[in-house]
């Protein structure tokens, strides 16, 4: 399995929802991490994950909350959004942090309304 | 903290043509430089990388140089075909693990 697996594709959700994010890898991959991508923009980093333990927190606001269960899960709890945060959330993996390409999943939408 | 630039935003080249990509960064400590291609509505995919202690890398039609001096690195791809359409994200790793991208070109192709 070469793959990072993100569910759902497709998220709308209010501002008084609360939701959560789901990606997964079966790579063996010890660093994850969340990214998020505005349109005709590059991804910005959110978060880093590395062994299961947060190691980057890219100033991110607290109505976003990872989690990594365990080295092939890591989540994303959104709470209280805002429309802004509408964007393409994406979820990567690499073998460890040290100076490896990322194998990134596939997306989800989320568009807050 | 690491900055990079890169360049040209937009490219159209024809079907057979070369295309070339440049970027540049701040931070002289960044050692690790991927390039990533994200065709519309899919996810950014690593393409080639290259290592702050090698000048040149290949992989078929495609080739990156890094130039640690300068501070650019480049990718070049030869003998373009319409499915090389796509925008492409250079990347500079400042220190394992948080790589700080570039822009992005949006590659266009005419057959």
């Known amino acids: 399995d070469t793959e990072v697996t993100q569910t759902p594709k497709h998220l709308v959700m209010g501002m008084t929802n609360k939701k959560s994010l789901k990606c997964e890898q079966h790579m063996g991959h010890r660093a994850m991490y969340w990214y998020k991508q505005k349109a005709k923009k590059p991804p910005e980093l959110m978060f880093v994950y590395s062994y299961e333990k947060l190691s980057i927190n890219e100033s991110v606001p607290s109505r976003f909350s990872p989690e990594c269960p365990n080295s092939s899960l890591l989540n994303l709890h959104l709470h209280a959004l805002q429309p802004e945060d509408s964007a393409l959330y994406l979820c990567a993996s690499s073998p460890t942090r040290t100076n490896y390409g990322y194998t990134f999943g596939s997306g989800t939408r989320l568009t807050v309304v | 903290g690491e900055n990079v630039e890169q360049h040209p935003s937009t490219l159209s080249v024809q079907e057979g043509d070369s295309a070339v990509i440049k970027c540049t960064y701040s931070?002289?400590?960044?050692?690790?430089f991927p390039w990533y291609k994200q065709e519309l509505g899919k996810r950014p995919q690593l393409i080639i990388d290259?290592?702050?202690?090698?000048g040149e890398k290949k992989d078929q039609r495609i080739a990156v140089t890094l130039n640690k001096t300068a501070k650019h690195f480049s990718l070049h791809i030869t003998e373009t075909q319409p499915e090389d359409s796509a925008v492409y994200f250079c990347?500079?790793?400042?220190?394992?693990?948080?790589?700080?991208f570039g822009d992005g070109t949006t590659l266009t192709v005419k057959p």
């Open positions: 931070d002289s400590a960044s050692n690790y």
């Open positions: 990347a500079a790793s400042i220190w394992a693990g948080k790589s700080t």
């Open positions: 290259i290592r702050s202690n090698v």
